[in-house]
């Protein structure tokens, strides 16, 4: 729906720390979520994905982690760095005759001080 | 690999005339494209899925006849916005599908191109 005037959850942490993102998603036919950060006037950059026969996935510095049950997927980001700084989008694919296309969520700004 | 580009970046235009938007995969082959809106502080919002060869599906609410949308080759969609206005103002996005890879999922996003309507 429309959100005008919508204000971006904001996580702010000390570089060095740990951060988490989390992630609502609606549709409990989605089989398929990507998380991608988005720094200003750029396009979204591919972060970690996951499929929903998992519950946790790691890649460099990342993880994942989907519970289907509450239908939360989460971003942990290890020893958050200053260019971590960005927007940071949920995105879910519901598969079915919607394979391919992706929901995005609100989005996270995510700000890193040194 | 996967890289997407888009052409302009940026373009400032007066109201009701037309502007071509491309996107390009540059190192791959991408059956299927997608294109997003994004106003600013939101999120991005699907407005077509465009493949190769075959007329794009719009998503509901989006204009099929401002929003032009072709996919001749396997590298390139374009989406021309016909007769902006400053409500067309916004961040276009497109991002594409390798289907060389083995997540035939993952898409692959462009830069974005900055419109200005006046």
């Not at chain 2, 080759?73 to 916005?81: E, P």
């Not at chain 2, 206005?85 to 999922?105: N, Q, V």
Request: hydrophobic share 35%.
């Amino acid at each position: 729906g429309e959100s005008v005037g919508l204000h971006l959850p904001t996580l702010s942490v000390q570089e060095g720390d740990n951060s988490i993102i989390n992630c609502a998603y609606s549709n409990s036919a989605s089989d398929y979520f990507i998380w991608y950060k988005q720094e200003s006037g750029k396009g979204p950059q591919f972060i970690i994905d996951i499929r929903s026969n998992m519950d946790k996935r790691q890649g460099q510095r990342v993880t994942v982690l989907l519970n289907k049950t509450v239908k939360h997927l989460s971003l942990q980001i290890a020893a958050t760095q200053p260019g971590d700084s960005a927007v940071y989008f949920c995105a879910e694919n519901a598969g079915g005759t919607s394979y391919g296309k992706l929901t995005f969520g609100q989005g996270t700004i995510l700000t890193v001080h040194p | 690999g996967a890289v997407v580009s888009q052409h302009p970046s940026w373009v400032i235009c007066k109201s009701g005339t037309s502007v071509k938007i491309e996107c390009r995969s540059l190192d791959f082959q991408a059956t299927t494209m997608f294109w997003y809106r994004q106003f600013p502080k939101q999120s991005l919002m699907l407005m077509a899925t465009s493949n190769e060869g075959s007329k794009a599906t719009y998503e509901q609410g989006v204009e099929k006849d401002k929003f032009l949308i072709n996919h001749a080759s396997l590298t390139l969609s374009t989406l021309t916005v016909t007769s902006a206005h400053p409500e067309d103002s916004s961040f276009y996005i497109c991002s594409a599908r390798d289907l060389r890879l083995g997540s035939t999922d993952t898409q692959y996003f462009g830069p974005g191109t900055r419109l200005t309507v006046l």
